[in-house]
Nanobody, 122 residues
Framework: QLQLAESGGDLVQPGGSLRLSCAAS????????FAWFRQAPGKEREEVSCINYSGGRIEYADSVKGRFTISKDNVKNTVYLQMNSLNPEDSGVYYCASGPLYPCRFGALEVWGQGTLVTVSS
């Protein structure tokens, strides 16, 4: 059974940093891509970043380019999202998701985590 579990969400001041983690289980022999999405109150869920299985192909939303970095450790079965220079518009629930296709498209994602809350506020 494929499962994802996010962690690392917290309250942080504007300009601060956070690192989110997504622990994957049940993905043995599955060469899946992984994505981070976020959803702010009253807004649609939006893709933040996507990384393919090997880690050699990555895409970012324009709003986070240069500030966020996605990475993955295939030995630890964990995907990370390093978030720097955070601003209040980055607040929301961050979800990890995975599917067989790259780029990561909402309809092709097969498994989602439960989400972790990021709040950027002074």
């Amino acid at each position: 059974q494929l499962q994802l579990a996010e962690s690392g969400g917290d309250l942080v001041q504007p300009g601060g940093s956070l690192r989110l983690s997504c622990a994957a289980s049940g993905f043995t022999e599955k060469r899946y891509a992984f994505a981070w999405f976020r959803q702010a109150p009253g807004k649609e869920r939006e893709e933040v970043s996507c990384i393919n299985y090997s880690g050699g192909r990555i895409e970012y939303a324009d709003s986070v380019k240069g500030r966020f970095t996605i990475s993955k450790d295939n030995v630890k079965n964990t995907v990370y999202l390093q978030m720097n220079s955070l601003n209040p518009e980055d607040s929301g629930v961050y979800y990890c998701a995975s599917g067989p296709l790259y780029p990561c498209r909402f309809g092709a994602l097969e498994v989602w985590g439960q989400g972790t809350l990021v709040t950027v506020s002074s």
